[in-house]
């Protein structure tokens, strides 16, 4: 019943292992009738949905349907577009930045986030952009790489989440559950 329970999680939950464990935790506490603190009785005789999703927030976890891998890929790229006519070249030479290997050797050594930061001109978003573009590459080998290019400045000035879906950002198709 628990590989069930388990499996059943992986399609509603974002993290279904903690999902599962806080689930576990406080369905078995409701039934012993203690609280978190397993001091004293507790009065509360019932879940809520709410209470449910506030232990799942508590626990890392969230509500999340389940969408099919190419619709993401979809919204990434469509979303990766906006903002990338950028001039990256002088003269019609492109300059090879050494931050890109740098970021790539980060990226290979397993890091997840990277901030990149330097003065206005130094050339941050030709380099990012550079680095799409061979991530971009590098799903044709490696399907489980999904690259996503997002230029805030786009974005900035608006104020809804209706108006960046107008836009082509999409904040709802970043919330997923893995495959």
């Not at 891998?69 to 990338?84: H, K, L, P, Y």
């Amino acid at each position: 019943m628990e590989s069930q329970l388990y499996e059943r999680l992986r399609f509603m939950a974002s993290n279904p292992r903690a999902a599962y464990d806080t689930l576990w935790k406080n369905i078995d506490q409701l039934g012993a009738r203690i609280n978190s603190s397993n001091l004293s009785t507790s009065f509360q005789h019932r879940l809520t949905k709410d209470d449910l999703k506030a232990f799942l927030q508590q626990a890392g976890a969230m509500l999340a349907p389940s969408i099919n891998i190419e619709e993401i890929r979809a919204s990434f790229a469509s979303t990766s577009a906006i903002g990338r006519s950028w001039q990256r070249s002088i003269a019609g030479q492109c300059i090879n930045r050494s931050i890109v290997s740098e970021l790539f050797e980060v990226i290979n050594d397993g890091k997840r986030t990277i901030l990149l930061t330097g003065f206005p001109g130094s050339g941050k978003t030709c380099a990012i952009l550079a680095m799409q573009e061979a991530l971009e590459q590098r799903v044709k080998d490696c399907s489980d790489l999904v690259p996503l290019f997002v230029q805030a400045r786009e974005f900035a000035d608006l104020a809804t989440e209706q108006e960046r879906k107008a836009l082509g950002f999409d904040v709802s198709t970043f919330f997923w559950t893995q495959c």
